[in-house]
């Protein structure tokens, strides 16, 4: 079974302060895709980035950066010198290399206060 | 170049009605994928379609179904509302080569409310 965790329900911060938002997943496959997407306010989700199992090297677009730790089954993003403009729910997903199986978890929902 | 369209934005029904929603996927796209977003609850994957077939379904009654056309358009139908089918249904569509499985893009989503 696969199930992607994210603990955080809610997360607060103020202008330019920097943010962590977990994701821990489960999967048995040894193959698998991750992604986050952001959903603000008006509800469209917006793709942010893909991870494929293989590549675990970090990586930074701009104020985002995100670490991959195949050891510990996390996917953690961070957003450096957050804006309110960031303010959203952000969801981490997980689906196997044939696509059989779509899971996202819970969401996290980042305010960043002024 | 055209994102995900989904029509209605908004449906108001009442239980035990039928319900269809609609979305057309980015061009050259052949996958589609229904989600629903109740409130509190996150995503919940509901169908995904590849090339008109189903390829698989979530953990809903079968009264949530739906279909692909050739254009890769695609449509859920909703049999017998109640109350608890209030959400906010998104689409997504992606390339799906069978090999390799590719971001989703979604649409703006059709908000069901059921009275």
């Known amino acids: 079974a696969q199930k992607v965790t994210q603990a955080q329900t809610e997360i607060s911060v103020v202008e330019k302060e920097d943010v962590t938002l977990d994701c821990v997943y489960e999967t048995r496959d040894t193959t698998y895709y991750l992604f986050w997407y952001k959903q603000p306010p008006s509800g469209e989700l917006v793709f942010l980035i893909r991870r494929n199992s293989f590549d675990e090297q970090n990586e930074i677009s701009g104020r985002y950066s995100w670490n991959f730790q195949k050891s510990t089954s996390s996917f953690n993003f961070t957003i450096t010198a957050s804006q309110v403009v960031d303010s959203a729910v952000y969801f981490c997903a997980l689906t196997p290399r044939d696509g059989q199986n779509f899971v996202f978890g819970p969401g996290t929902r980042l305010s960043v206060l002024p | 170049e055209a994102g995900v369209t989904q029509s209605p934005t908004h449906l108001i029904k009442t239980r035990g009605q039928q319900a269809t929603l609609r979305c057309s996927p980015i061009?050259?796209?052949?996958?589609v994928y229904w989600y629903q977003q109740a409130l509190g609850l996150g995503l919940q994957f509901l169908l995904w379609y590849d090339e008109g077939e189903e390829r698989n379904r979530g953990n809903f009654p079968p009264r949530f179904s739906g279909r692909q056309f050739p254009n890769y358009s695609s449509e859920l139908n909703v049999n017998a509302l109640e109350l608890e089918d209030s959400a906010l249904y998104l689409c997504a569509s992606s390339l799906y080569s069978g090999v390799s499985y590719n971001e989703q893009f979604f649409g703006p989503g059709t908000r069901l409310t059921v009275l």
């Open positions: 061009s050259g796209h052949t996958s």
